[in-house]
């Protein structure tokens, strides 16, 4: 690793993580001494300053979970946990991630088509790039259920479409929960090619319009070319916000599988700790995602003659 590196990505990453940590244990314990100081107090018991402070971050259900709580609570339901446990973790995770790479590509697909769209007529440029703006100002909570549901019952109903995709209960699901990240995802890749598909400046337009290119040949040599920077910072927005339209979707629905799900157990029983482990999973499946987007990014710019930075 070079020295530059280490200096300028994982000391500052490591400081900040390392300060976020020493917060929140800080957090844990005045969160929790109320209840704990309650709890002594009816126990007849004079703990001593350290004494007291262990036991405010070593309670079965506490208000904030300590660090160490939800590391031990992953590492038990990952790792010593059978993949096809109903209370493994990555069982859950596998479940979430299949909806949000679902919802993710349907979600790239519509945005490119729609950027394709607007970028090579006016009229759609004007009528229909508000309605995009305005599609993300409804809260996500309000309509997933209804966009769960509707399509759930017209998967697994008596239709056209239903006799022609032929998908059993479990796929309808997965369909269903998809569409809400779908929502979620093709708005950033939309922008984001509308931006790059009209980022190459007018000298090389022209230059395209001197060697008599077709508006075809323009599209694919220049504008496409260019706008793959653009689409790949994007889908770093979108892969995670699919993410979290995937756990938005299993929320309403009362599944019974995905990070949702623990969510929603973790809430009905207050066991906080599984709820922050489940968040921390869902955080790091994030963090993974982006990242592989990010090396994919780097890959296909190297291949289209890219320096690295």
Do not use: C
Not at 161 to 181: E, F, P, Q, Y
Not at 199 to 211: A, G, H, N
Not at 253 to 267: N, P
């Amino acid at each position: 690793m070079k020295p530059d590196t280490f200096k300028n990505k994982i000391v500052p990453v490591t400081t900040i993580l390392l300060a976020l940590i020493a917060i929140w244990y800080v957090a844990a314990v005045l969160m929790n001494a109320p209840f704990q100081r309650d709890m002594d107090s009816r126990a007849g018991a004079t703990p001593t300053t350290f004494e007291f402070v262990g036991k405010t971050l070593a309670q079965p259900k506490p208000i904030l979970p300590a660090p160490h709580q939800v590391a031990q609570n992953v590492y038990e339901n990952t790792v010593l946990r059978s993949l096809s446990s109903n209370r493994s973790l990555v069982y859950h995770g596998w479940v979430t991630l299949s909806s949000t790479l679902l919802g993710f590509g349907f979600g790239m697909l519509l945005g490119i088509l729609l950027a394709v769209l607007i970028v090579h007529n006016r009229a759609m440029d004007r009528s229909l790039m508000p309605w995009l703006v305005a599609s993300q100002t409804i809260p996500i909570l309000a309509i997933a259920p209804m966009i769960v549901i509707i399509s759930y019952n017209v998967l697994t109903g008596d239709n056209a479409l239903a006799h022609l995709l032929n998908l059993d209960s479990d796929a309808s699901r997965l369909v269903s929960k998809a569409l809400i990240s779908t929502y979620l995802s093709f708005f950033p890749v939309a922008v984001g090619m509308v931006k790059g598909l009209r980022s190459p400046e007018i000298i090389y337009l022209d230059l395209m319009r001197t060697y008599y290119a077709s508006p075809m040949q323009t599209f694919w040599k220049l504008r496409v070319p260019a706008s793959i920077p653009f689409l790949f910072t994007s889908m770093k927005v979108a892969i995670a916000a699919s993410l979290v339209g995937a756990i938005v979707g299993e929320l309403p629905t009362g599944a019974v599988a995905g990070i949702g799900s623990k969510l929603l157990a973790g809430s009905y029983y207050s066991q906080t700790i599984d709820i922050w482990a489940a968040l921390v999973v869902g955080s790091l499946l994030a963090g993974v995602l982006v990242a592989i987007v990010g090396l994919a990014g780097k890959i296909v710019d190297r291949a289209m003659g890219g320096r690295p930075a």
